[in-house]
């Protein structure tokens, strides 16, 4: 499908790119590896946010909020995911630049509420797919399909081997996540997290969600003193031996849910960006990896 979606565009002169190359600005560099992966040198990538950015608090700078107004083709997270830059996307929206939401095309999570539609609180098209290699790679071959409608100038052949391996990559991703977290039993897949992120996660390597630090898909809100105590007793009856915390957002209320629940440790993931280089978590498929391992060594 993704290929005679690919095959079918031919290639054209003309872009607003550097060296007649379509440009295309990515708010989050978790997608932002992803594309820049699969177009290579098809196409001008540029990137909003830096690792370890916070996507619910980033905010862009002026030369910012002009790329996006200039740019062929945005791409965003979707799913309320990027609240600060609301105003921003949609000004280059209204400036008539194609905007494609990775959302879109990824399958519902079951008990996923979406932002914006109350009423539909037990399956949503998850902010944090990212998750799940699986729904990554829907969200990667939407993300395709589209840039190639919109920008025929792309080299089609190019940018089809690139996605095609990518793919692949994905695909073998998966199998490995599976096999890291082989030995964890049934009745240790249960996850804490500092915010609601890894419900794709949980969904697709049968993991149950015990709670979350902030009870919320955004850390830029908070939790009461209420919500941590039952959280902890939670953790004490089932027997929930680690807290995981996101690399991007404070750590101090996953420690003192850890310290009230006595025994617990925090261990740190990757769920809304990219680690540093030398991380281990610099790129998409890293980061996956990476966070299996962690995850099994704390609950394995």
Same mark, same amino acid.
């Given at each position: 499908?993704?290929?005679?979606?690919?095959?079918?565009?031919?290639?054209?002169?003309?872009?607003?790119?550097?060296?007649?190359?379509?440009?295309?600005?990515?708010?989050?560099?978790?997608?932002?590896?992803?594309?820049?992966?699969?177009?290579?040198?098809?196409?001008?990538?540029?990137?909003?946010?830096?690792?370890?950015?916070?996507?619910?608090?980033?905010?862009?700078?002026?030369?910012?909020?002009?790329?996006?107004?200039?740019?062929?083709?945005?791409?965003?997270?979707?799913?309320?995911?990027?609240?600060?830059?609301?105003?921003?996307?949609?000004?280059?929206?209204?400036?008539?630049?194609?905007?494609?939401?990775?959302?879109?095309?990824?399958?519902?999570?079951?008990?996923?509420?979406?932002?914006?539609?109350?009423?539909?609180?037990?399956?949503?098209?998850?902010?944090?797919?990212?998750?799940?290699?699986?729904?990554?790679?829907?969200?990667?071959?939407?993300?395709?399909?589209?840039?190639?409608?919109?920008?025929?100038?792309?080299?089609?052949?190019?940018?089809?081997? &690139?996605?095609? !391996?990518? *793919? #692949?990559?994905? $695909? @073998?991703?998966?199998?490995? +996540?599976?096999?890291?977290?082989?030995?964890?039993?049934?009745?240790?897949?249960?996850?804490?997290?500092?915010?609601?992120?890894?419900?794709?996660?949980?969904?697709?390597?049968?993991?149950?969600?015990?709670?979350?630090?902030?009870?919320?898909?955004?850390?830029?809100?908070?939790?009461?003193?209420?919500?941590?105590?039952?959280?902890?007793?939670?953790?004490?009856?089932?027997?929930?031996?680690?807290?995981?915390?996101?690399?991007?957002?404070?750590? &101090?209320?996953? !420690?003192? *849910? #850890?310290?009230? $629940? @006595?025994?617990?440790?925090? +261990?740190?993931?990757?769920?809304?960006?990219?680690?540093?280089?030398?991380?281990?978590?610099?790129?998409?498929?890293?980061?996956?990896?990476?966070?299996?391992?962690?995850?099994?060594?704390?609950?394995?």
């Amino acid at each position: 499908m993704l290929a005679a979606s690919l095959t079918a565009c031919g290639s054209t002169e003309g872009s607003s790119g550097s060296g007649g190359r379509p440009s295309i600005v990515v708010t989050t560099d978790v997608l932002g590896d992803v594309v820049s992966t699969m177009f290579g040198d098809a196409a001008d990538v540029t990137v909003l946010m830096p690792p370890g950015a916070s996507p619910h608090e980033f905010q862009a700078s002026a030369r910012q909020a002009a790329e996006l107004r200039e740019a062929d083709l945005v791409v965003v997270n979707g799913g309320g995911l990027e609240a600060g830059l609301t105003d921003v996307v949609e000004a280059a929206r209204d400036d008539g630049v194609p905007i494609h939401e990775a959302t879109s095309t990824v399958d519902p999570t079951p008990g996923v509420h979406v932002p914006g539609h109350e009423h539909e609180h037990e399956n949503g098209a998850d902010p944090h797919f990212a998750s799940d290699p699986v729904r990554m790679a829907q969200a990667a071959k939407g993300i395709l399909v589209d840039a190639i409608r919109l920008e025929p100038s792309l080299d089609t052949k190019a940018v089809r081997d &690139r996605a095609g !391996d990518y *793919l #692949a990559k994905l $695909a @073998a991703l998966d199998s490995e +996540v599976r096999k890291i977290l082989a030995p964890i039993p049934a009745d240790r897949r249960l996850l804490v997290t500092n915010h609601d992120s890894f419900a794709s996660f949980a969904d697709r390597y049968d993991f149950t969600v015990v709670g979350a630090v902030i009870p919320s898909m955004s850390t830029a809100d908070s939790a009461s003193a209420r919500d941590l105590a039952r959280l902890a007793a939670t953790i004490r009856e089932r027997h929930v031996p680690a807290i995981f915390a996101d690399t991007s957002s404070p750590a &101090r209320l996953a !420690d003192r *849910l #850890a310290s009230d $629940a @006595a025994g617990v440790k925090v +261990v740190a993931l990757y769920s809304e960006s990219l680690g540093k280089p030398g991380s281990g978590a610099d790129t998409y498929l890293g980061m996956v990896g990476t966070n299996a391992r962690r995850i099994a060594d704390a609950l394995a």
